[in-house]
């Protein structure tokens, strides 16, 4: 029996088992996946697996050194967001 994994309908280089190993994921890699396995009676494709690749946010602000005295209040604030690759 053959096996191939497909991302977005196009065959991905090398995937000719039944399991799929990804590493070092980014936004590219997201998206359909199917395995289509081939033997001399035909082929059959397997259900789609949707994959969602999460970014982590990030943190940005000025770098800020406040003297408060004792007793006193401040509010920190900064920018979150998710970077796109």
């Known amino acids: ?19 799929l190993i990804l590493n070092n ?22 259900q789609t697996f949707t994959l969602n690749v999460l970014s982590a946010p990030s943190v940005e602000g000025p770098v800020v050194r406040l003297n408060v005295p004792a ?7 900064a920018k979150a967001f998710v970077r796109s690759h």
């Open 71 to 77: 007793g006193g209040s401040v509010c920190l604030e």
């Open 25 to 46: 994921l980014n936004s590219a890699a997201a998206g359909n996946y199917i395995l289509v396995a081939t033997n001399s009676a035909g082929q059959s494709a397997s």
């Open 1 to 19: 029996m053959a096996f191939q994994w497909y991302h977005e309908s196009v065959a991905v280089a090398g995937a000719t088992n039944r399991s």
